[in-house]
């Protein structure tokens, strides 16, 4: 199928937005409900020749017991429908769990349901059927009053990531907090692309390779959906995304990759109901004998985690805060321990503007765990700046894969043990000629306070040459990414003053 007849999908399955958020149904409610009726449609033309299988959706409550019914009817039978398919086992029950009607107009529910039943999904290739739900996904993540950019990270930063990891066939995958799958999709497409597999290996993808927790059950729903669009899992297998905490015990197994984005935000919290019935917030400070360090910052105790899942031959990549490179305390116990315990051998400094979150300052770390030794793992560290000078903005200039091929290229994927580092012509303006590329020993990194792998050496520009300012829009969205970390920042100092 081209890319024409995909993007006329998306634009006619989107078509329904603005009539519907005009009712007050929103970005991420309509694509719950997609969710459901798209499943429930692929289901019925797996029933159907040449698959002719045999599914457990009672025939009561199946894709033809809502095409032949309107008005009053249909919105009675979708609730009925939604509440019985809930309590079913496997990735049906999954895809369902929690499942509401949101659509209250049954005209319009009705005209969506046409809309999905025009179109044959399972005669498309799972890339394109895969690729229209991302396009859907990115476009909810761009809503800002739906929220839903925190669970969405920027789709180039993820392929530059797994194609510096390069997974390889019959190895596991995990990620503990992920969102919507886009991991777990990179690495899917990384395989197939990559490699000339045979009936096992598929078979191992499809089925046991991918392990992931999402605690926000729409948010897991549509991971769900999304991996199974692209043919990942089975309506029924065992569901391989966890609704559980993965914070809160050590894992049971562990993997050879993870590929993660942890949320945004540092403390760890849940919510719960005193006894005049207010809502508070409680940090939770895990507990956990494997943990070097106990802290309520939820992502030093997601880098601590993802190190405990891997197995001594693992690889991890994962996207990080500043403060985890820096921050003193907890902080500097678990940057030592990561040092000595695995190589953590890369870090990819991010520009600001490229995250639907706003306010984020972040990095990519990468490491290889490692047996136990008494010297340290890590011998050198190898730092990309792509921060300094580097201007995004999420319309006007996204973040773009060929924006990280130099970074891929000098991460060296096929043997990262042969790199160099890079430098620039002199620049007057810049002040030096050091390249993006650079490389720190053991010893410089421990020597510093904190022990900090917040690193930078490139000047900044515009400071110097003010007749070479960046756009407007581009200097007011940093101020803004700036405002944002710095109010993050207070609001961090008041939690600690106020002793909570």
């Given at each position: 199928?081209?890319?024409?007849n995909t993007s ?77 398919l809930s309590t ?177 935000g540092k403390k ?233």
């Open positions: 199928m081209s890319n024409n006329s999908i998306v634009s006619k399955v989107w078509s329904f937005c603005n009539p519907l958020r005009d009712v007050g149904v929103g970005y991420g409610d309509y694509l719950e409900q997609l969710t459901y009726l798209l499943f429930l449609k692929m289901a019925d033309e797996y029933s159907k020749p040449p698959h002719n299988r045999i599914l457990p959706i009672p025939k009561d409550y199946n894709w033809e017991s809502l095409c032949n019914k309107k008005g009053a009817e249909l919105e009675t039978h979708y609730a009925t429908l939604l509440r019985e079913a086992k496997g990735i049906l029950g999954q895809i369902f769990t929690k499942s509401q009607n949101k659509i209250q107009d049954p005209a319009m529910l009705a005209k969506i349901i046409d809309m999905i039943d025009s179109e044959q999904w399972l005669v498309m290739g799972a890339d394109v059927k895969g690729d229209i739900y991302e396009r859907l996904l990115e476009q909810n993540a761009q809503d800002v009053k739906s929220g839903a950019g925190q669970y969405f990270t920027p789709r180039p930063l993820i392929r530059a990531m797994v194609e510096c990891i390069q997974p390889q066939p019959m190895k596991t995958i995990a990620d503990p907090a992920c969102g919507t799958g886009g991991f777990f999709l990179a690495a899917y497409d990384y395989l197939v692309s990559n490699n000339k597999l045979d009936k096992e290996q598929n078979k191992f993808i499809k089925l046991e390779t991918f392990y992931g927790n999402e605690i926000v059950a729409g948010t897991r729903r549509l991971a769900l959906m999304n991996l199974f669009l692209h043919n990942i899992g089975d309506i029924e297998s065992d569901n391989f995304i966890s609704p559980a905490d993965a914070l809160i015990a050590a894992s049971p197994t562990t993997y050879d990759y993870v590929l993660a984005n942890p949320p945004f760890s919290s849940q919510t719960f109901t005193n006894e005049e019935g207010e809502l508070e917030k409680d940090d939770l400070t895990y507990n956990r004998q494997d943990f070097w360090a106990t802290t309520s910052n939820k992502q030093l105790n997601f880098v601590q985690h993802i190190r405990s899942m891997l197995k001594t031959t693992g690889m991890a990549a994962v996207v990080v805060p500043d403060n985890v490179l820096f921050e003193g305390g907890a902080g500097e116990t678990v940057r030592k321990k990561l040092l000595a315990t695995t190589d953590l051998h890369t870090i990819l400094r991010l520009p600001t503007g490229i995250f639907y979150a706003q306010g984020v300052k972040a990095n990519v770390i990468f490491f290889d765990n490692k047996p136990a030794s008494k010297d340290p793992w890590t011998k050198e560290i190898w730092v990309y700046d792509y921060r300094t000078n580097i201007h995004h903005t999420l319309k006007k200039n996204p973040l773009k894969l060929e924006d990280l091929k130099d970074f891929i290229e000098c991460y060296n994927p096929s043997n990262r043990h042969l790199r160099k580092e890079t430098y620039s012509p002199f620049d007057s303006a810049q002040g030096s000629p050091e390249g993006r590329w650079r490389m720190f020993k053991y010893d410089e990194i421990i020597a510093r306070d904190k022990t900090s792998l917040d690193i930078s050496w490139l000047k900044d520009k515009s400071l110097a040459d003010l007749d070479n300012l960046p756009d407007p829009d581009v200097l007011a969205n940093d101020i803004i990414e700036n405002l944002e970390a710095g109010l993050e920042s207070f609001r961090e100092i008041m939690l600690a003053l106020n002793g909570k």
